[in-house]
């Protein structure tokens, strides 16, 4: 009786187990393109939203967004080789900061400033500026 028991409970074991494995197309992470954001004061709180490759908007908050189209996160990938960012490396922040991190190797590379700086490189701003008006064109 015990060995039946335990045979049952074997292969029901083994065939939740081949239901429930996760698809290679699950095991798929999406990379993100971007990531800007802004954050300090006097919590320290951070606050961002990431574009990932897939077109999906991801945020800190609670906010929802619509899918980007494929050719916005081209025309993004663009714009970060079009005006230099993957050459500059700045981050001079204040005790509020702004920043956009872009892909870099295996990871994502930060370029954070004060938002009331003159020193800003221009490129820098204007990729941000533009990044957040995408986003905010696709709010929910």
Not at 57 to 80: C, M, R
Not at 106 to 133: H, I
């Amino acid at each position: 009786m015990k060995l039946l028991i335990l045979c049952s409970l074997s292969a029901v074991c083994i065939v939740f187990n081949l239901r429930c494995h996760p698809s290679k197309s699950m095991n798929k992470e999406i990379k993100q393109v971007i990531r800007v954001g802004n954050g300090g004061g006097f919590a320290g709180q951070e606050n961002f939203v990431a574009i990932m490759e897939d077109g999906s908007i991801q945020s800190s908050g609670d906010e929802s967004y619509t899918k980007l189209h494929k050719s916005v996160i081209q025309q993004l990938k663009s714009n970060i080789t079009v005006l230099g960012l993957d050459n500059i490396q700045y981050n001079v922040s204040g005790n509020l900061y702004q920043f956009v991190e872009i892909p870099s190797g295996n990871g994502l590379r930060r370029m954070a400033w004060d938002p009331q700086s003159d020193e800003v490189p221009a490129n820098l701003k204007l990729f941000f500026n533009n990044a957040v008006s995408i986003i905010k064109k696709n709010k929910k």
